[in-house]
């Protein structure tokens, strides 16, 4: 059973280029959730989706789009990637939201040179 | 700003020790929840305590929630290098009815010599 899955693993992105991250998830869960992880800063919500078709923005959201393709799929856009968004991007699925336990993918660690 | 602040930043302790890391939050909640999250990889789920607990056990873990204080503490005792990792907080709370949000905290790095 693959869990969450993210794709790419690595990304190296020049300043001003676009790119999709994709999370999959294969467990039936309704929310999943998109992180970022920068040192010392913890794992900030960039956006989450309680369920498919809805999508709500987190702590920082600017800079970044989502698309609650189906109920498996979330991904996260960079539309114009910047040095700032230099960072390890998790998804993270759950059966109900912030109630229950989430499962997170293993991450994306992308680079804006 | 994070829902969540983990202190000690930082925690150096001996095999076999007890290792404490305490959480404070700012707003009321749900649900709080540990998670695990070994060097550069995903975060695994520990345990969750919902607002009406108080302490929580799971094998050698403890965890205490009051909510008066917004505060909770995750305590692992017995201690073992395998144990090293950084150990995050999350809360979970219900916004006007929406679906929760889970918010992390700026987490606690734990070393443990062996």
């Known amino acids: 059973n693959a869990g969450v899955t993210q794709t790419p693993k690595f990304q190296v992105l020049k300043t001003g280029q676009s790119m999709t991250l994709q999370c999959a998830q294969d467990?039936?869960?309704?929310?999943m959730y998109w992180y970022r992880q920068d040192p010392g800063m913890g794992l900030r919500l960039i956006y989450y989706?309680?369920?498919?078709?809805?999508?709500d923005k987190g702590e920082v959201p600017n800079g970044y789009n989502v698309s609650r393709l189906n109920k498996r799929e979330f991904s996260l856009r960079l539309e114009s990637a910047a040095p700032s968004q230099t960072s390890v991007y998790f998804c993270?699925?759950?059966?109900?939201?912030?109630?229950?336990?989430?499962?997170f993918g293993q991450g994306t660690r992308l680079t804006v040179v | 700003s994070q829902q969540g602040e983990e202190d000690p930043q930082a925690l150096s302790i001996q095999e076999g020790e007890n290792a404490t890391m305490n959480c404070s939050y700012k707003?009321?909640?749900?649900?709080l929840q540990w998670y695990r999250q070994n060097s550069g990889r995903g975060l695994v789920h520990l345990i969750l305590?919902?607002?009406?607990?108080r302490e929580k056990h799971s094998g050698r873990l403890r965890v205490t929630l009051d909510t008066s204080k917004k505060s909770s503490s995750l305590l692992i005792t017995a201690s073992r290098a395998a144990d090293t990792a950084s150990y995050f907080c999350?809360?979970?709370?219900?916004?006007?009815?929406?679906?929760?949000?889970?918010?992390f905290g700026t987490g606690t790095l734990l070393a443990v010599q062996p």
């Open positions: 993270a699925s759950a059966t109900g939201g912030g109630g229950t336990e989430a499962f």
């Open positions: 467990m039936n869960h309704n929310s």
């Open positions: 989706s309680a369920s498919e078709g809805t999508t």
């Open positions: 707003t009321s909640i749900n649900n």
């Open positions: 305590i919902r607002s009406n607990e």
């Open positions: 999350a809360t979970g709370s219900n916004y006007g009815g929406a679906t929760n949000k889970l918010i």
